[in-house]
């Protein structure tokens, strides 16, 4: 005889804790959004307010190159109506040629510090690269000492032991002190970063080949790191250009001057034609300018490069 079956129970509603919920739409679900959206609208609004004041400068010293003296003073930032060429007519006509020479002077110094720098320091960067990894952190640490120490401090030992060697007021002493500041430390750490990328076995190989430590360099490591070469360049190019200090107290005022210090020279003594002066700066940024255009490929590929790392 089978045994008796319970009866089923019949399932009614289930009943739960939970309150009920409510019909009305939560005010809290369209707050993300509409946060995000101010958020990036915050975010363009300090990026736009950023440009403009790296950019306003830079419009202002370019549109007063061509407005009179009197337009600049009424209002710098307005458009040079009318256009005029006198501020840079008036500036290359200036009888003591202190453009002309200040240029000169200018593009030898910084053209001279290149030619040192670079092949200097990417030899030093392939040299470093090549030691083991207790050398090489104990010389990059040293290298870093000359970007950590201000060059306004070290500018008076400079100075004095220039005049100790014999090399006070001379271009010479200035391009010496150009190779021996932190110009060197940063190109260096720049050669060191790409060379990492350099695969070891093209260099083992030309070595298995026969080639020696400055073949090996000239040949295979200083053609590969040509985008490290273009932002090397670049970038102390526009430093040594664009220096002040080390002209003014090395050269002095009676030995010459570069294009810097010639703008120094014509600020006048109680009054100052800002006209003539805006002149001046629009012709000392028109070389810096053109060198960046004909290695902006480089530049940027070195750039992109090294971010990639």
Do not use: C
């Amino acid at each position: 005889m089978s045994a008796p079956v319970a009866p089923r129970e019949v399932s009614g509603p289930r009943k739960t804790n939970a309150p009920h919920a409510s019909r009305r739409p939560d005010p809290s679900r369209n707050q993300g959004p509409r946060r995000l959206f101010f958020r990036e609208k915050s975010r363009l609004l300090g990026a736009w307010l950023i440009t403009l004041a790296f950019i306003l400068p830079v419009y202002v010293a370019f549109v007063s190159a061509f407005k009179t003296q009197d337009q600049i003073l009424a209002n710098p930032a307005a458009p040079p109506v009318p256009f005029t060429f006198d501020n840079i007519v008036n500036a290359l006509r200036r009888p003591d040629n202190l453009v002309q020479a200040g240029l000169l002077n200018s593009v030898f110094v910084t053209v001279a510090t290149l030619v040192i720098l670079v092949p200097l320091s990417s030899m030093l960067a392939f040299y470093i690269s090549e030691r083991t990894p207790r050398v090489r952190n104990t010389m990059l640490a040293v290298f870093a000492l000359g970007l950590m120490v201000p060059p306004q401090v070290v500018l008076l030992p400079i100075v004095t032991l220039l005049r100790e060697i014999g090399l006070a007021n001379s271009y010479a002493g200035l391009i010496l002190s150009n190779v021996g500041g932190g110009y060197l430390s940063f190109a260096v750490f720049v050669y060191v970063g790409f060379l990492r990328t350099i695969p070891r076995e093209v260099i083992e190989a030309a070595r298995v080949d026969g080639a020696g430590d400055l073949r090996l360099w000239w040949r295979i490591v200083f053609p590969v790191v040509r985008p490290a070469t273009a932002t090397v360049a670049i970038f102390l190019g526009l430093w040594v250009w664009n220096d002040f200090l080390n002209p003014q107290f090395i050269l002095g005022p009676l030995q010459g001057q570069t294009i810097t210090t010639g703008i120094y020279v014509s600020l006048g003594a109680y009054s100052t034609d800002y006209s003539q002066l805006f002149g001046i700066m629009f012709l000392a940024a028109i070389i810096p300018v053109v060198g960046y255009l004909v290695s902006q490929r480089e530049f940027i590929h070195g750039l992109m490069s090294g971010a990639s790392k």
